[in-house]
């Protein structure tokens, strides 16, 4: 018996979450480490600022919740994607268009909308060719490869 639609978008929404946030978040604490330019914490600290301004910077708790901000806002990327496969067959069938394409809204929704209008900031081109690359090979092709399924 098969399962029913909802349930099997559900899976693929967690597995694309999982995946991806993974992934990404491993790509941004070997970049932390690489740059040394702040710890782990106080970078998972900078995540979680988004949505709560005036967090600490320092201290387990705070670096936890910015790990469950970083996996809030993947999921909902997953979310968006699985949902708009479902309903177009051209997302299922092109995984890697549609992976690509979908890494590059993510790239700009992120790195040229909200990031700028939250912190104020532009990533600089070094910054911005990072975030490319982990927005489209880390997010957004593991996630159209596990919606298709």
Do not use: W
């Amino acid at each position: 018996m098969q399962q029913p639609s909802s349930f099997s978008a559900t899976g693929r929404i967690a597995r694309a979450t999982l995946v991806a946030g993974t992934l990404d978040i491993l790509a941004a604490i070997g970049l932390t480490l690489f740059y040394g330019k702040r710890t782990v914490s106080e970078m998972l600290a900078y995540v979680a600022s988004g949505p709560f301004p005036g967090v600490p910077v320092r201290g387990l708790p705070v670096a936890l919740l910015g790990l469950a901000v970083h996996y809030a806002l993947i999921a909902l990327m997953a979310a968006v994607f699985v949902i708009a496969a479902e309903r177009s067959s051209g997302l299922r069938r092109q995984p890697m268009a549609g992976g690509i394409g979908y890494g590059l809204i993510t790239f700009a929704a992120m790195n040229l909308i909200v990031v700028p209008l939250r912190f104020g900031v532009m990533p600089s081109v070094a910054g911005m060719v990072t975030q490319l690359f982990c927005h489209i090979v880390l997010v957004g092709l593991p996630i159209a490869f596990i919606a298709r399924r």
